[in-house]
Nanobody, 117 residues
Framework: QVQLVESGGGLVQAGGSLRLSCAAS????????MGWYRQAPGKQRELVAT???????NYADSVKGRFTISRDNAKNTVYLQMNSLQPEDTAVYLC???????????WGQGTQVTVSL
C-alpha cells in the first residue's frame, strides 16, 4: 500500500520561504510522476509543479521563477522549495504520486501553507 506523508507547511510572512517534503512509502515502481497541487478555500485544486523519474519538471505559470521542485529517488521523496511567497499562495498543499503502468493515482493528506502580509 502506497502512502504519502507531507511535512514543512506553516505560517510565513510575505516574501518569505518554505520547503515542503513528501515521502512515499510502499511500492511506487521505477516509472512515476511526483508532484504538488494546492487548494485554497472556495477554489478548485490546481497544479503547482510535477517532476518525473527522469527529473523532467512542469510548473504552473503562477509559481515559475519562485518555486523549485526536486526529488530524491533513493528516498522516494519530493521537495518543493517555495521562495518569495505571497498571500495568494495560501492554500493546503497536497502531494501527488502517479505510478505507471496503470496509471494509479495517490494523494497525501495535505499540509497548510499560510502567507501573511
Amino acid at each position: 500500500q502506497v502512502q504519502l506523508v507531507e511535512s514543512g507547511g506553516g505560517l510565513v510572512q510575505a516574501g518569505g520561504s518554505l520547503r515542503l517534503s513528501c515521502a512515499a512509502s510502499g511500492s511506487i515502481g521505477s516509472l512515476n510522476v511526483m508532484g504538488w497541487y494546492r487548494q485554497a478555500p472556495g477554489k478548485q485544486r490546481e497544479l503547482v509543479a510535477t517532476i518525473n523519474t527522469g527529473a523532467g519538471t512542469n510548473y504552473a505559470d503562477s509559481v515559475k521563477g519562485r518555486f523549485t521542485i526536486s526529488r530524491d529517488n533513493a528516498k522516494n521523496t519530493v521537495y518543493l522549495q517555495m521562495n518569495s511567497l505571497q498571500p495568494e499562495d495560501t492554500a493546503v498543499y497536497l502531494c501527488n504520486l502517479l505510478t505507471f503502468p496503470g496509471p494509479r493515482n495517490y494523494w497525501g493528506q495535505g499540509t497548510q501553507v499560510t502567507v501573511s502580509l
